[in-house]
């Protein structure tokens, strides 16, 4: 169905759901994260910038990996105390839970078809037009992306987990901050699962550690490399409907559906209102 359903999207609609993706997390980042420490984390945020353009690039010393270590810096001279993360050390003794019937329809109910339409446009189709552009060599195939999400969203709970999704501004931040393999994921991976293992009951102190602003200088850049696929679109027609889908889903509050639905019909329906429009003005 997937499939189907993947095949009926123009390329310009998901075009248009990419920008607008890449133009949410700008926003987010400007608004919300760059300034949320005031004039400091504002500065850090500079910086950490100054630091991805200059290091772009550099497989010695990648930008990402400076950031975060400038941020953690910060945290440790402004506001934050590595104490409690060394002393929340300790060995787990995980427990499987099994949710009940009632828990698993109330899940299905308020999360997962509240979710339903920003996962299948950016989880699913969003992000596999952007692993095409990204790695043309790479048969990634809709319905992997969308197998591998629902096996990960059937397990993790299991474990004391929370949703979890693929996605297309996740997939341009690993890029652009320069992985190319799924060794990326390994590592990242890694380093979630033994800070969820052995760091769980001080999380809160690890948060600390980095800085909103840094988050903010991550999502600038995800959010750029996102937005700027849209000169992929060929032709006027196409690139107008990529500007409408991505305005819908940057004005209206979860709009991504909604632009998905609205710019799919003015795809399918402008050559029969245009021509409808052609034929009138030459009877008059």
């Not at 096996?151 to 690993?174: E, K, Q």
């Amino acid at each position: 169905l997937i499939k189907y359903v993947y095949g009926l999207i123009p390329e310009c609609v998901i075009r248009g759901i990419q920008f607008g993706l890449g133009v949410n997390l700008i926003f987010l980042a400007l608004l919300k994260y760059i300034p949320s420490q005031g004039l400091s984390g504002i500065i850090l945020a500079v910086v950490g910038l100054s630091a991805v353009c200059l290091l772009l690039g550099n497989r010695r010393f990648p930008p990402a990996v400076v950031v975060i270590l400038l941020g953690i810096l910060y945290s440790l001279v402004f506001n934050a105390d590595a104490g409690p993360v060394f002393t929340g050390f300790n060995f787990p003794s995980p427990d499987i839970y099994v949710p009940s019937l009632n828990e698993m329809v109330t899940a299905f109910l308020v999360l997962g078809l509240p979710q339903l339409p920003l996962s299948l446009s950016n989880s699913l189709i969003a992000t596999k037009k952007l692993s095409d552009d990204l790695f043309p060599d790479k048969k990634l195939t809709i319905s992997k992306l969308a197998n591998t999400y629902s096996v990960m969203n059937l397990v993790v709970p299991a474990l004391g987990g929370i949703p979890t999704c693929h996605g297309s501004g996740g997939l341009s931040g690993h890029y652009a901050f320069g992985g190319r393999t799924g060794g990326t994921l390994i590592i990242y991976g890694a380093l979630f699962l033994a800070l969820g293992i052995f760091f769980a009951s001080d999380v809160g102190s690890i948060q600390t550690l980095f800085p909103l602003p840094v988050l903010g200088v991550i999502l600038t850049v995800e959010g750029f490399t996102l937005s700027r696929l849209i000169k992929k679109t060929s032709g006027a027609k196409d690139l107008l409907i990529a500007f409408v889908v991505g305005s819908i889903c940057v004005a209206v509050k979860g709009g991504y559906a909604y632009a998905l639905l609205a710019g799919t019909l003015i795809y399918y329906l402008e050559p029969y209102i245009s021509g409808r429009f052609f034929v009138a003005g030459n009877d008059n």
